[in-house]
């Protein structure tokens, strides 16, 4: 039971996501739809608060010494990678997200659609979307299947 609970956190912290819990979930001997199904929904639980309290949040640590530095890191991150999904709004939030690399994963991607003020429903099922490919992917490759693939990620 254990391995569930961690193979589930860990696909909720930001940077980690699915795509790092994912391969922790199969070395621990989780069958692959359980960890499958067990990542897309932790990895998905952040977004709806993001979505909407992320604005808040930033602009509360703003206001309090030390907090203030990851609020503006926060920012420029999210900045960064606005173009990206901006260009092409809701596909575009939805291959990023997809897109199996550190720093394009749903904690960014809701990040991007927030501070874009993208429709909030659009970007939750863009995210969930794009988490749903990654997962298909990492999922795939941690269990062997695309395995001869992996010298490419």
Known sequence: MIKYLYTFFI??????????????????????????????VGN????PVILFFVEYVLNFMKKIRHLDKIAYWVEEKAEKYK?????????GLLLFVAVPLPGTGA?????????????KKTAFLS?????LIAGVII???SYGVLGFLSFLL
């Open 11 to 40: 696909s909720m912290l930001p940077i980690v996501e699915l795509r790092g819990a994912i391969p922790v979930g199969a070395a621990s001997g989780l069958p692959w739809y359980i960890n499958y199904l067990l990542c897309c």
């Open 107 to 119: 904690w960014t991607g809701s990040l991007v659609a927030a501070f874009i003020k993208m429709n």
């Open 139 to 141: 999922t795939l490759i």
């Open 127 to 131: 995210v969930l979307g794009g988490v």
């Open 83 to 91: 173009g990206q999904v901006t260009k092409y709004a809701t596909w």
């Open 44 to 47: 998905m639980l952040p977004v």
